[in-house]
């Protein structure tokens, strides 16, 4: 079987574009991908067409998911209400998966700012909003949003008011979290959709509020 | 064996996280052991991932909980508000009660 | 003493907000560790235990998913689903097809 890794030149792909190679070798680890993928196959363990898949799928998932569920919590309080209380089985009214985590929803109000870390390892709402950023999973974050979260908010160009509370969590097991900002003045009689389209990923983690209109 | 081992704190019950360094797999931070907390919920009971590392059942699961602690008990320099928190999920077998220390 | 993936309150520079997009082998790792899972060939807790197990430069030699297809590796010969010997050779076999 040839190997493949030039392929992903031809995708016309809607979301983020492959990135090439550097050059055209494969590194120790690209190989050790290739090896292993090749050998899975051989034995039967998964397909070509599944890890394809799987793939496309993943590649499907953005931060757009999550912020209907935003939108969504913004203009129906019994919803919100239904989200802060079981994640899960609120996410699944929007046609969104449960997920394979129990989903924690926490909320910004007036009083408090949510902010969300893992600090063992990368632990994310991946179903909800597709991949983690390098910087969510870089040493910087991982060791300072516990232990210095206003100065790591204000890199991130977030100013909260006097007298705000912040809270931090620190996904170490099971629970993977989703907060809901605020919604920003100037939106009163906005739909959902366009709602939606203001809430931005950095904001469901908890780095910064959505900005206004 | 039980499949379950049975919850030992409710909700608004003082801890205190153990102060112990095993080698292995394990998901309780290093910055948070020995500090004091309060339970913010029971999250639902799991396998071990400690166990479950080493390609092991994880059986019985282990209740799970949040626990919300003040930042200035966490950390001797942190700068923010005396109201300022931090919760992080620790599993059962890590929490002693605190009761009145 | 303190493992060097635990990371919370150790001294470290400002965030960078970087990101990058993804290259194929990338998700191809991602999709293998999600379809091993499922399948019950692997566990994340299998995978995060390799790679805290790949040493204290692991962070500073290795990019998070060059991390995962060598802790990948190792729980899959751990678990016996994959030989050294096999995957050896197919590792030869692979960089032939580069240069051959």
């Not at chain 1, 605020?182 to 809430?199: C, H, I, N």
């Not at chain 2, 508000?81 to 605190?98: G, N, R, S």
């Not at chain 3, 790679?51 to 998913?65: F, H, K, P, T, V």
Request: include cysteine; hydrophobic fraction near 40%.
């Amino acid at each position: 079987m040839a190997h493949d890794h030039h392929d992903h030149h031809g995708h016309g792909h809607p979301h983020a574009p492959h990135r090439p190679d550097l050059d055209d070798t494969l590194t120790y680890w690209q190989a050790l991908e290739v090896a292993v993928r090749e050998l899975l196959i051989e034995h039967g363990h998964v397909s070509a067409d599944e890890v394809r898949r799987q793939v496309e799928d993943m590649d499907n998932r953005t931060p757009a998911q999550g912020a209907r569920v935003v939108a969504r919590a913004w203009v129906d309080a019994a919803f919100k209400a239904r989200l802060l209380a079981d994640g899960n089985a609120a996410v699944t009214e929007l046609g969104l998966e449960r997920g394979p985590y129990k989903l924690v929803v926490v909320e910004n109000d007036a009083r408090q700012h949510n902010m969300v870390v893992c600090t063992l390892c990368s632990c994310y709402p991946r179903w909800l909003l597709g991949l983690p950023p390098d910087w969510y999973k870089s040493r910087a974050y991982r060791s300072r949003a516990v232990h210095e979260p206003r100065a790591v908010l204000a890199e991130f160009g977030t100013e909260l008011a006097p007298g705000t509370v912040v809270r931090v969590h620190d996904s170490t097991a099971d629970m993977r979290y989703l907060v809901l900002p605020r919604r920003p003045p100037g939106t009163d009689g906005w739909s959902e959709e366009r709602l939606a389209g203001l809430v931005t990923r950095d904001a469901m983690v908890g780095v910064c509020e959505v900005t206004p209109p | 064996m039980a499949d379950e081992i049975a919850c030992a704190f409710a909700p608004g019950a003082p801890v205190r996280v153990r102060a112990a360094a095993p080698p292995g797999h394990v998901r309780t931070p290093w910055y948070i052991r020995g500090k004091r907390g309060v339970i913010e919920r029971l999250c639902g009971s799991f396998r071990n991932p400690e166990e479950l590392a080493y390609t092991r059942s994880g059986l019985p699961k282990v209740p799970l909980y949040r626990v919300r602690f003040d930042q200035h008990e966490v950390w001797p320099d942190y700068a923010g508000p005396a109201d300022d928190t931090l919760d992080v999920e620790i599993y059962q077998h890590w929490l002693d009660p605190a009761g009145g220390d | 003493m303190r493992s060097h993936h635990d990371m919370g309150g150790l001294m470290a520079g400002p965030v960078v907000a970087d990101e990058h997009d993804y290259a194929l082998w990338e998700k191809r790792v991602d999709a293998l560790l999600v379809l091993l899972s499922n399948k019950g060939l692997i566990t994340v807790d299998e995978l995060r235990r390799n790679i805290e197990g790949l040493g204290a430069d692991a962070y500073e030699r290795m990019s998070y998913y060059e991390r995962w297809i060598a802790a990948i590796a190792q729980s899959l010969l751990q678990r016996g689903v994959l030989t050294v010997d096999e995957l050896g050779r197919r590792l030869q076999a692979v960089s032939a097809r580069e240069h051959g």
